[in-house]
């Protein structure tokens, strides 16, 4: 069974940074891409940034410029540098890890249990 496990969450003025950390845990051999996802009350899950094991990297157009995601394939993690936050970015933040491949599984999507982001004065 894979588990994903976020950290980084946390109550921040706007203007401010934090950095968002997943770590997949389980027998993986590999996972294609990991990213993360954002559910702000009363809005549907949207993406905030993915990257592919490759390096290529895509980002939600409201976030570009202020996030930079990156990974550690060794270490099966995906951080989230948040800068310039908003308020507009308050939002419970999901990591996510799409086409898993274990002992057990082949091409599987995960989800982590969601870490609370607040940007507020």
């Known amino acids: 069974q894979v588990q994903l496990v976020e950290s980084g969450g946390g109550l921040v003025q706007p203007g401010g940074s934090l950095r968002l950390s997943c770590a997949a845990s389980?027998?993986?051999?590999?996972?294609?891409?990991m990213g993360w996802y954002r559910q702000a009350p009363g809005k549907e899950r949207e993406l905030v940034a993915a990257?592919?094991?490759?390096?290529?990297?895509i980002y939600a157009d409201s976030v570009k410029g202020r996030v930079t995601i990156s990974r550690d394939n060794a270490k099966n993690a995906v951080y989230l540098q948040m800068n310039s936050l908003k308020s507009e970015d308050t939002a419970v933040y999901y990591c996510?890890?799409?086409?898993?491949?274990?002992?057990?599984?082949?091409?599987?999507?995960?989800w982590g249990q969601g870490t609370q982001v607040t940007v507020s004065a």
């Open positions: 996510n890890a799409r086409g898993v491949t274990t002992i057990y599984r082949i091409n599987a999507d995960y």
């Open positions: 389980g027998s993986i051999f590999g996972i294609n891409t």
């Open positions: 990257m592919a094991s490759g390096g290529n990297t």
